[in-house]
């Protein structure tokens, strides 16, 4: 079975801090990818920064962005400027005997690079397929897709995941000896979890339509 390549090092994907946390196995960055449902957009517009929610989806080392032909952003990155994505999940709270060393656990990815609008028909298609079966997994083949005219207003923007870093924490709290030593003060990990409640229908659908399986039995994100 081939392995997947290490990611690599430069020197705006090198962690400055906590250079222990840092993972170099693409295979971290996939899973956390794959585990996010949406990502920060960071780019220089105009002289001034902008960083923005934006809907995507991952097709092996290619991150495909969601976005709308009206948005100056969206219009910005197309034009192959740097841009920055980031995807953060929050594991746990990390509760210390000491202020200072409270903290979190999760998983976190950066991405550096431009991006380029996908423009080729075929693409196209295929990176909106991407990305809505990575916030709605089963709806491609179930809902209607997209017309020409809510085609013409849907914007994709496509990233190599050439140069990214991915962090990690997990474990208990790092404490000071000092605090070790006391037995007055709880400390431990609340862990954060996101879940799926039950499906709602929308009030116009009738009691007798069934919600599909692949959204009755949509398993949580890990």
């Given amino acids: ?9 430069t ?18 960055l996939h899973a956390v990818l794959d585990a996010g449902l949406i990502c920060h957009l960071a780019l220089v ?9 934006t809907g995507y989806g991952r097709d092996g080392d ?12 969206v219009r910005t990155a197309a034009r192959g400027v740097d841009i920055c994505v980031t995807v953060t999940i929050v594991d746990g709270i990390v509760y210390a005997r000491s202020l200072n060393n409270h903290s979190m656990n999760y998983r976190s990815a950066v991405v550096h690079g431009s991006s380029r609008a996908v423009t080729d028909d075929d ?21 209607r897709t997209p017309d ?3 085609l013409a207003g849907v914007a994709v923007l496509a990233l190599d995941l050439t140069e990214a870093s991915v962090k990690l924490r997990d474990g208990d709290p790092s404490e000071q000896p000092v605090d ?9 990990v609340v862990d954060v979890r996101t879940v799926y409640g ?11 339509v069934p919600v599909p399986p692949h959204i009755a039995e949509r398993p949580a994100p890990r």
């Fill in 1 to 9: 079975m081939p392995t997947s390549p290490s990611l690599s090092a």
């Fill in 11 to 28: 020197a705006r994907s090198t962690l400055t801090r906590k250079q222990q946390r840092a993972a170099t196995d693409r295979t971290e």
């Fill in 45 to 53: 517009s105009g002289g001034s920064p902008l960083c923005v929610p």
């Fill in 62 to 73: 290619t991150l495909y962005l969601h976005g709308s032909t009206g948005s100056g952003n």
């Fill in 123 to 143: 693409e196209r298609e295929h990176a909106l397929r991407v990305i809505s079966e990575h916030l709605a997994p089963g709806s491609w083949d179930y809902a």
């Fill in 148 to 150: 020409a005219k809510e």
């Fill in 180 to 188: 070790v030593d006391r037995d007055d003060v709880w400390a431990g």
């Fill in 198 to 208: 039950a499906p709602r229908a929308a009030a116009y659908v009738p009691d007798d």
